[in-house]
């Protein structure tokens, strides 16, 4: 199975209404960019990427929880962000039954995550790279 259709597989499975908050997530991630990927890991979850990895998410019991992998170096203007503050590197959204969520919002952090990852990638890139290939 692709991840995509993993993810389709787990959305399914969930019956109650972290299935329609995830699949909900996941439609205002893929919006965003036509060049997200969609990927399965740590045995079960779902992450998007682009350039990097953008966000992971799981159904919990109680909440969904949507963790952006580089969220404290992202501008929150709208304070999405309700978990994991205190760390240095990872930010989250826990989502509970009843909440709802800014799509708007969330489409800009998404947006935010890729242009962190295109300017690391792009720092990565040693200078004069270029030049070096073309002799």
Same mark, same amino acid.
């Given at each position: 199975?692709?991840?995509?259709?993993?993810? %389709?597989?787990? !959305?399914?499975?969930?019956?109650? $209404?972290? #299935?329609?908050?995830?699949? +909900?997530?996941?439609?205002? =991630?893929?919006?965003? %960019?036509?060049? !997200?990927?969609?990927?399965?890991? $740590?045995? #079960?979850?779902?992450?998007? +990427?682009?350039?990097?990895? =953008?966000?992971?998410?799981?159904?919990?019991?109680?909440?969904?929880?949507?963790?952006?992998?580089?969220?404290?170096?992202?501008?929150?203007?709208?304070?999405?962000?309700?978990?994991?503050?205190?760390?240095?590197?990872?930010?989250?959204?826990?989502?509970?039954?009843?909440?709802?969520?800014?799509?708007?919002?969330?489409?800009?952090?998404?947006?935010?995550?890729?242009?962190?990852?295109?300017?690391?990638?792009?720092?990565?890139?040693?200078?004069?790279?270029?030049?070096?290939?073309?002799?």
């Amino acid at each position: 199975m692709t991840p995509s259709q993993q993810i %389709d597989q787990l !959305i399914a499975g969930l019956t109650d $209404w972290r #299935g329609k908050t995830l699949a +909900s997530v996941r439609k205002a =991630i893929l919006e965003v %960019d036509g060049e !997200i990927i969609e990927e399965w890991k $740590w045995m #079960g979850s779902p992450v998007w +990427s682009r350039d990097g990895m =953008i966000a992971v998410g799981n159904a919990h019991k109680d909440k969904v929880k949507l963790t952006f992998s580089h969220g404290a170096s992202l501008p929150d203007p709208e304070k999405l962000f309700n978990a994991g503050l205190d760390g240095k590197v990872w930010r989250a959204i826990d989502l509970f039954e009843g909440d709802e969520f800014d799509e708007s919002a969330l489409k800009d952090l998404v947006r935010s995550a890729i242009d962190y990852n295109q300017a690391k990638k792009n720092k990565k890139a040693p200078s004069g790279a270029r030049s070096k290939l073309e002799k």
